[in-house]
Structure formats: structure tokens, C-alpha cells
């Protein structure tokens, strides 16, 4: 079965601190793309960084980046310089190349409190 | 340039009805994909519109179905309406399908079964 879970369902963080919230999936493929989305309460879900599984390098993304371990299937997302607009769900997903589809595959997402 | 849009914001049904749900897609998307996000779970799969033909579908039963239109807006119709129905429903538009187009969400329709 092809799953994401998301270990951490609520993470909170101090305004300005850095934040990472974990990730871990379970596919047979070997060609994929993960995501992390950001869910704000009452608001669209928007993209916030993605990663091929094909580069080893590390995707970044302003304050936004993420650590892949490819042999761990490991994909933590680091918040740095947390702002209060940053409260929200996070979710964690991968997309297999195989197929036309193209769908998505969520974790059960992680929320994010920022303190001032 | 509009981005994903869906009608109604907010709706509550009775156990057994029918339900209809609207998506217009972005500007320049053809591609439509529909997802049911349950509470406190991440969204679910449950079909993809290309071109007014359904191009994949998640584990989800025959009562819930879907149309594309010739514009690429998009309907899911959900018959006899179970209470675990109650969701946010989902659509995301992409500029085509495979996993090389970003797909972009609308705000969501959220169901209430009673």
C-alpha cells in the first residue's frame, strides 16, 4: 500500500524559532515527487515546496526547506524564522511518475501553532 | 488571471439524498481532480476529469460520479448520501495530467450528512 504518515499531529513554535515537521512514506516506485502543502484555516490548500526523487540535492524554498532521505523515505519540511502567517495544516504528499494520473497521496497532516 | 472556484461554500443533506458540487477550473486548465478530505484526515483521491473523460479513479463506490464540461469546469454528484459523506470536498485544476503540472486547489464545499 502506498502511504504517508505524518507522526506529529500537532507542532507548536515561538515566532522567529525554527520549526521541522516530520514525514515518512511508503512506495515501491522509484520515480516520484513529494510535496508539502499549507492548509490555513477556512483558506485554500497551497503548495508550499517540492522535491524530485530523482535529486539528491535538498529543495529550498525562502524560509522554506526540506531534508529528503531517499533510502529512509524520510521528507521533514524545516519552517526557519517562523512567522504567525505560518499557523496552519500541513500536509506531507507524494505523486508517483508512473501513470497519467498523476494523483496525489496525503498524510493526515501535522498543525502548526506559531506563538508571538 | 481566476483561480479554482467552488459552489456551494457550505452545505447540509439528509441521509439518502442526492448532492451536487461545482468546481470551475483556472484559466487555461484542463485537467480537473476531485478529492474528499474527511476531518481530521488529508485529502482523498477520488477521480480525475482530462477532456470530459474520466481518467482515474480512487477507492471510492459508483455512487459518486462526475462530469467535465467543454469550458473544463467540473461537477461531483454524490447519490444516496451516507453519513460518513460528511467532508470538505476538494477540486484541484491542472494544465494537463501526470505528474509534471502542479495542481491547484480550490477553497472546498464543505457536506454535512444528517
Known amino acids: 500500500a502506498q502511504t504517508v504518515t505524518q507522526s506529529q499531529p500537532e507542532m507548536s513554535v515561538q515566532e522567529a524559532e525554527t520549526v521541522t515537521l516530520s514525514c515518512t512514506y511508503d512506495?515501491?516506485?522509484?520515480?516520484?515527487?513529494l510535496f508539502w502543502y499549507k492548509q490555513p484555516p477556512s483558506r485554500q490548500m497551497i503548495l508550499v515546496i517540492r522535491q524530485e526523487a530523482y535529486k539528491q540535492q535538498n529543495a529550498t524554498e525562502n524560509r522554506f526547506s526540506v531534508n529528503f532521505q531517499k533510502a529512509a523515505k524520510s521528507f521533514s519540511l524545516k519552517i526557519s524564522d517562523s512567522q504567525l502567517g505560518d499557523a496552519a495544516m500541513y500536509f506531507c504528499?507524494?505523486?508517483?511518475?508512473?501513470?497519467?494520473?498523476?494523483?496525489?497521496?496525503f498524510g493526515k497532516g501535522t498543525k502548526l501553532s506559531v506563538k508571538p | 488571471e481566476t483561480g479554482v472556484t467552488q459552489s456551494p461554500t457550505h452545505l447540509i443533506k439528509t441521509r439518502g439524498q442526492q448532492v451536487t458540487l461545482r468546481c470551475s477550473s483556472q484559466s487555461g486548465h484542463n485537467t480537473v481532480s476531485w478529492y474528499q478530505q474527511a476531518l481530521g484526515q488529508g485529502p482523498q483521491f477520488i477521480f480525475q476529469?482530462?477532456?470530459?473523460?474520466?481518467?482515474g479513479r480512487g477507492n471510492f463506490p459508483p455512487r459518486f460520479s462526475g462530469l467535465q464540461f467543454p469550458n473544463y469546469s467540473s461537477e461531483l454528484n454524490v447519490n444516496a448520501l451516507e453519513l460518513d459523506d460528511s467532508a470538505l470536498y476538494l477540486c484541484a485544476s491542472s494544465p494537463g495530467t501526470g505528474f509534471l503540472y502542479e495542481q491547484y486547489f480550490g477553497p472546498g464545499t464543505r457536506l454535512t450528512v444528517t
Open positions: 512506495t515501491s516506485e522509484s520515480d516520484y515527487y
Open positions: 476529469y482530462y477532456r470530459e473523460e474520466e481518467n
Open positions: 504528499a507524494y505523486r508517483i511518475l508512473r501513470g497519467s494520473q498523476g494523483n496525489l497521496i
